[in-house]
C-alpha cells in the first residue's frame, strides 16, 4: 500500500501523508462531498476533485495489481515464469505495458499459428525465421505428410506462427503505436441505405481528418452515430509505412525465406496487429474526448451556477456554523467578490 500512496503522490503532486488520510476516510465509508467540506482538517483542505482523483487512481493500481497476480498465476502453471519476466511483470504499472508483456504467454482459442502447431509446423517456422536455407523446397518437403498435403500448406502453417510472433512482439507492437499516434487518419462513412436515417450526422457521411486533430465534438457525434449503425468508422496509418517499419525489423535476407517472412509480416499487420492497435486508439481517444466534454460542461455549468441568483443586487451571504464559525461573503451587483 505504501507504493501505492507514493505512485498517487507522484502522479497528483499531493503529499503522502494527505494521500493515506484521504483513503483512509474512503475506506470508512465517507463520501467524497462529505470528505471535501467537513474533513478539511484531515485532508490537508483537499477538494473534491483532488479526493475522486486519489480514488481513482488507487482504483486503478488495485485493479492492476489483480491483473499482475492472474499473469504471473497463468504463466506460472505453464511453467514458463523466469526471475526476469517476474521483475518485468513486478516493475510496471503501465496496463498496455503489462498486456504486451502477457500477450504470448495469454491462452489462446484456436489460432491459425496454433492449428499449424499442432500439424507440427513450429520448426519451419523457426527455420524461416533465421532466414539461412537456401534450398527451402527441399526442407519444406520433410513437413509434408498427415494433415499437410502439399508445400504450399506447410508454408502457409509456417507464416500464420511467424504472423503471430509477430503481432505478440513488443517492439513491434510500439512501433505500430508510435505510426497510430504520429499519422492516423479517422475516416467515417454513411452506412449503405441509412441516408435518410442519418440525416443529422449529414457532416460525417464521407468524413476524413487526422486523429490527432480531430476535435472532442466531432468524434463523439462520429461514435454515437456509430453505435447507433448509421456510420462505418475506422482508423488508419500510412499502411505501407508500417509495413516497411516491421520489415525493417524481420525480414534480413533477400533469399526465399525472407520473401515467406515478408509476406508473414503483412499477414500480422493486417489480420492481427492494426485491429489490434485500431481498437487500442478508439478507446484512448474516445476516453480522453469525454473527459474534454466533461471539462467544457463543467465550466459552462459553472458559469451558470455563478451567475446572480437575484439579477443586479448586492449581496451579503452567511454560511452559518458552530464548530468553525460563520462565513460572511460580499457580492457587488455585478457579482463580483467584495469581500
Not at 501523508?17 to 478539511?40: C, E, H, M, V, W
Not at 492472474?70 to 498486456?99: G, H, M, P, V, Y
Request: glycine share 4%; net charge neutral; charged share 35%.
Amino acid at each position: 500500500m505504501e507504493l501505492f500512496h507514493k505512485m498517487i503522490s507522484a502522479a497528483l503532486n499531493i503529499s503522502e501523508k494527505q494521500i493515506n488520510n484521504t483513503l483512509n476516510l474512503l475506506k470508512d465509508g465517507a463520501t467524497i462531498p462529505f470528505i471535501s467540506r467537513y474533513r478539511k482538517e484531515v485532508t490537508g483542505g483537499l477538494d473534491e476533485v483532488q479526493i475522486e482523483n486519489i480514488k481513482n487512481q488507487y482504483d486503478k493500481l488495485c485493479e492492476t495489481a489483480k491483473r499482475k497476480e492472474t499473469i504471473l498465476s497463468t504463466i506460472s502453471e505453464q511453467d514458463k515464469l523466469t526471475a526476469e519476466l517476474q521483475k518485468r511483470i513486478d516493475d510496471t504499472w503501465d496496463t498496455t505495458e503489462l498486456e504486451d508483456i502477457y500477450l504470448p504467454y495469454k491462452p489462446k482459442r484456436k489460432t491459425r499459428a496454433e492449428a499449424a502447431r499442432q500439424k507440427g509446423l513450429e520448426p519451419l517456422a523457426v527455420t524461416l525465421m533465421l532466414q539461412r536455407e537456401n534450398n527451402l523446397e527441399a526442407k519444406v518437403g520433410s513437413f509434408v505428410k498427415g494433415d499437410v498435403k502439399t508445400i504450399e500448406d506447410a508454408l502457409k502453417g509456417a507464416r500464420d506462427i511467424i504472423a503471430e510472433q509477430v503481432n505478440e512482439d513488443e517492439r513491434a507492437r510500439n512501433a505500430i503505436r508510435n505510426q497510430f499516434s504520429r499519422q492516423a487518419v479517422i475516416s467515417a462513412k454513411v452506412v449503405k441505405g441509412k441516408e435518410e436515417e442519418a440525416a443529422k450526422y449529414r457532416d460525417y457521411f464521407e468524413f476524413s481528418e487526422p486523429l490527432k486533430r480531430c476535435t472532442s465534438h466531432r468524434l463523439l457525434a462520429i461514435r454515437r452515430a456509430e453505435s447507433e449503425g448509421m456510420l462505418k468508422v475506422s482508423i488508419s496509418p500510412d499502411d505501407e509505412e508500417c509495413i516497411e517499419r516491421l520489415e525493417r525489423q524481420f525480414v534480413r535476407s533477400n533469399n526465399e525465406c525472407g520473401r515467406q517472412v515478408a509476406e508473414a509480416v503483412q499477414d500480422a499487420y493486417k489480420r492481427l496487429l492494426k485491429p489490434s492497435i485500431e481498437t487500442e486508439f478508439a478507446a484512448i481517444t474516445k476516453e480522453k474526448a469525454d473527459e474534454e466534454a466533461i471539462r467544457v460542461f463543467v465550466e459552462n455549468l459553472r458559469q451558470l451556477l455563478l451567475a446572480p441568483p437575484l439579477g443586479q443586487k448586492r449581496v451579503l451571504a452567511i454560511d452559518p456554523g458552530f464548530r468553525t464559525g460563520c462565513k460572511i461573503v460580499c457580492l457587488d451587483a455585478q457579482g463580483n467578490l467584495l469581500h
